[in-house]
């Protein structure tokens, strides 16, 4: 996911390219036709936003990963003959309009509520000089770890270093163009003091929303109240910043983005952004809208509220990989973002990883493992799945990888922590998870008449097979127990032999009495993995009383 790395030309996969429609290089044939039957500027730049008010989330992860997915494509599509760029900017000359939740000591940070978020103290300790500086450092952190090729953008120092000089003396001069754009989209209270220039006051250092009594084109200054002191300032240096939708489109036509993507939430004001960026002398780039993240209960993920997953909670139960692929998937779906996703998207990444070397390059470009890894996915064999390796930890009560590895070893000879360093990883990964999320949510519940006969009869089939036998074999003998009888029989499918199918019941039986758990893996799998003898004497122990005790 570099974005920086040499990239695959090969004849049959630019053919391919051309006629993909997967979501990247859709967005980036638009990039293209944008400069149709003219010169590509000397470097197209792609970017994200990123306001830095609260600790980074996976949300801001995303607009990093999958800007980053477009352009790759981008760069094969075009040969990588065009250079290219992925800024990371960061709104940290914002005014803090609330106190995050999720820092140690609100009220410590109360006496710097309006402040650019670099003027308030760093809540959190260690070095960084400033909220802002800190919470960026978390996000370059991330996108370091995951080997992104990107440069970062502080808004603080773009204005006070003159970055967008130019352009704010030319919004002081189409001053009532912009006024004319956005006068309309505010209420009549609002339209009463509404100016794109908040000044940063000389007196409180706070960002100031005022009304303003002149601005001056020609010498290139505002004139305020700053608390009963008429203040004049220059519009350049860092002493005034913008509203943030005319920022927006100034700063497209400042630095002349091509690429950008935002949520749902934008999506309004889109329109607004173009218009000053065309005000301003620019041309509003190519969007991509995405759904927003929801939490668990639907609401909306908030870097202020802490709500939804953190960058560093994901990566403590699974690989980057899966978090990467969580982001290829359905962009424009509004998408939960909790921790009972982990395991689907652990599981489906690797599954992805599996199809690639069988599939023809239409279907790799259509792969998002392709998208993942710049177009060059790794091989691994992974011969367990996730979603199996945590109830492999729920029926053994595994603390440490090393119990694991006796079950793995022994269903997969010569299957090794050296000879499938991924797999070993995973161990780790599964047994985290367990211990947080599963063990605590944990109910088994006693088996009925009719069930303990279904499990008495389970476990007698599984003693006359032989300890080798195959999952798929397991798999069939646990069905033929279910068949006969009547509470599991399904009359809407058929058996082989032409009788009833079986109900999902009784696998949900399974895993309710013996794991305490509303579902699990195909049961063959999970039998195969963790043994013959082993799944008899869970049954043993269910039917005696011991797990529902």
């Known amino acids: 996911m570099t974005g920086s790395n040499l990239i695959d030309l090969n004849p049959e996969m630019l053919a391919a390219a051309t006629e993909s429609k997967a979501w990247p290089f859709e967005e980036a044939k638009k990039i293209i036709a944008r400069y149709k039957g003219k010169d590509f500027p000397e470097t197209v730049l792609f970017e994200t936003g990123y306001g830095p008010?609260?600790?980074?989330?996976?949300?801001?992860?995303?607009?990093?990963?999958?800007?980053?997915?477009?352009?790759?494509?981008?760069?094969?599509?075009?040969?990588?003959?065009?250079?290219?760029?992925?800024?990371?900017?960061?709104?940290?000359?914002?005014?803090?309009?609330?106190?995050?939740?999720?820092?140690?000591?609100?009220?410590?940070?109360e006496p710097y509520l309006h402040m650019p978020l670099t003027s308030v103290p760093n809540p959190f300790g260690g070095d960084y000089a400033s909220f802002a500086d800190h919470n960026n450092a978390m996000l370059c952190r991330f996108l370091d770890t995951f080997g992104f090729d990107y440069e970062f953008a502080s808004a603080t120092k773009y204005y006070?270093?003159?970055?967008?000089?130019?352009?704010?003396?030319?919004?002081?001069?189409?001053?009532?163009?912009?006024?004319?754009?956005?006068?309309?989209?505010?209420?009549?209270?609002?339209?009463?003091?509404?100016?794109?220039?908040?000044?940063?006051?000389?007196?409180?250092?706070?960002?100031?929303?005022?009304?303003?009594?002149?601005?001056?084109a020609k010498a290139g200054t505002i004139t305020f109240d700053d608390e009963g002191t008429v203040t004049t300032l220059p519009v350049t240096?860092?002493?005034?910043?913008?509203?943030?939708?005319?920022?927006?489109?100034?700063?497209?036509?400042?630095?002349?983005?091509?690429?950008?993507?935002?949520?749902?939430?934008?999506?309004?004001?889109?329109?607004i952004y173009d218009r000053i960026c065309n005000i301003l002398g620019g041309r509003a780039p190519e969007h991509f809208v995405y759904e927003l993240f929801l939490d668990e209960e639907g609401q909306k993920i908030s870097k202020s509220k802490g709500n939804g997953l953190t960058i560093d909670e994901w990566l403590t139960y699974a690989p980057t990989e899966s978090l990467g692929l969580y982001m290829y998937q359905r962009p424009r779906q509004a998408k939960k973002l909790y921790f009972d996703v982990i395991p689907k998207a652990v599981d489906e990444y690797y599954a992805f990883l599996g199809a690639y070397p069988r599939q023809d390059w239409k279907e790799r470009l259509g792969n998002p493992v392709w998208h993942m890894h710049d177009g060059n996915?790794?091989?691994?064999?992974?011969?367990?799945?996730?979603?199996?390796?945590?109830?492999?930890?729920?029926?053994?009560?595994?603390?440490?990888?090393?119990?694991?590895?006796?079950?793995?070893?022994?269903?997969?000879?010569?299957v090794t922590p050296k000879t499938h360093p991924e797999l070993d990883r995973l161990t780790g990964y599964a047994i985290r998870y367990f211990d947080d999320f599963v063990k605590p949510t944990k109910v088994y519940r006693a088996a009925d008449e009719v069930e303990r006969e279904a499990l008495a009869r389970l476990s007698e089939a599984l003693g006359a097979l032989p300890q080798a036998a195959d999952s798929e074999t397991i798999q069939n003998a646990a069905l033929n127990v279910a068949r006969k009888i009547e509470r599991y029989q399904d009359h809407s499918k058929q058996s082989p032999e032409g009788g009833?199918?079986?109900s999902v019941a009784f696998f949900q039986m399974?895993?309710?009495?013996?794991?305490?758990?509303?579902?699990?893996?195909?049961?063959?799998?999970?039998?195969?993995?963790y043994g013959l003898a082993e799944t008899r004497a869970l049954i043993e122990r269910a039917l005696s009383g011991q797990l529902a005790a």
């Open 377 to 414: 996915p790794p091989a691994i064999d992974l011969p367990v799945p996730f979603a199996l390796l945590l109830n492999l930890v729920s029926a053994s009560n595994a603390h440490d990888k090393e119990v694991l590895w006796g079950f793995i070893s022994r269903h997969a000879p010569g």
């Open 510 to 529: 399974i895993y309710q009495v013996l794991i305490g758990q509303e579902r699990g893996p195909r049961f063959g799998s999970f039998a195969a993995l």
């Open 53 to 109: 008010s609260g600790l980074p989330h996976i949300g801001t992860f995303g607009e990093v990963a999958r800007t980053t997915m477009v352009r790759h494509a981008f760069r094969v599509l075009t040969q990588d003959e065009v250079k290219t760029k992925l800024l990371c900017f960061s709104d940290d000359m914002d005014g803090m309009r609330k106190i995050p939740e999720n820092v140690p000591d609100r009220a410590a940070l």
């Open 237 to 271: 240096g860092g002493h005034v910043k913008l509203q943030w939708k005319p920022d927006f489109g100034m700063r497209w036509a400042a630095l002349g983005v091509d690429f950008e993507m935002f949520g749902k939430d934008h999506q309004t004001n889109a329109a």
């Open 160 to 216: 006070k270093a003159g970055r967008f000089d130019e352009v704010l003396l030319r919004a002081a001069e189409r001053y009532d163009d912009i006024m004319g754009v956005m006068l309309p989209t505010l209420g009549p209270e609002r339209q009463a003091t509404y100016s794109p220039f908040l000044p940063i006051s000389p007196k409180s250092g706070r960002v100031l929303y005022v009304p303003m009594k002149n601005v001056d």
């Open 500 to 502: 009833p199918g079986v």
